[in-house]
């Protein structure tokens, strides 16, 4: 599978605070992970990639907003699915490469439309213990 450059030569400016730029450590694409997480319930629903734009209009629209990296595009979550992602909180974690966002979830966090990426989808592990 190819990798696809993070953003389009035409991507907008990004309106995101400079103090918030600079405790980004973006991939070499130009994006940071994001982690979804049910302010309700703490359930990880999803995991998505944010460039600068995509987390500024996150921050500012009560929406979330991801960078698609196979259409290129910015897409906000629920615009065709009416599965919305309403924004209660946001944290970047102590390396400044990944985000946490706190929502309440309409509908299903993914695609398939199950609640999490993560449901019926356990792997087999071998449970560590304390010595």
């Known amino acids: 599978m190819d990798v696809v450059p993070?953003?389009?030569?035409?991507?907008?400016?990004?309106?995101?605070?400079?103090?918030?730029?600079?405790?980004?450590?973006?991939?070499?694409?130009?994006?940071?992970?994001?982690?979804?997480?049910?302010?309700d319930t703490r359930e990880v629903l999803m995991v998505?990639?944010?460039?600068?734009?995509?987390?500024?209009?996150?921050?500012?629209?009560?929406?979330?907003?991801?960078?698609?990296?196979?259409?290129?595009?910015?897409?906000?979550?629920?615009?065709?699915?009416?599965?919305?992602?309403?924004?209660r909180s946001a944290a970047l974690d102590c390396d400044g490469d990944a985000v946490l966002l706190e929502v309440e979830q309409v509908g299903a966090a993914c695609h398939t439309g199950t609640r999490s990426c993560f449901d019926e989808r356990q792997l087999p592990v071998v449970q560590g213990e304390r010595s």
């Not at 993070?6 to 991507?11: C, E, F, G, I, M």
């Not at 400016?13 to 600079?22: E, F």
Request: overall charge positive; proline content about 4%; some cysteine.
């Open 6 to 39: 993070a953003t389009p030569a035409s991507a907008p400016t990004t309106g995101l605070a400079p103090d918030i730029a600079a405790r980004l450590k973006r991939d070499g694409h130009g994006l940071v992970c994001a982690v979804v997480q049910a302010a």
């Open 48 to 87: 998505g990639w944010m460039d600068d734009e995509a987390l500024h209009r996150t921050l500012t629209t009560g929406r979330v907003t991801f960078w698609s990296r196979s259409r290129r595009e910015y897409w906000r979550k629920g615009d065709t699915s009416g599965h919305i992602q309403l924004v």
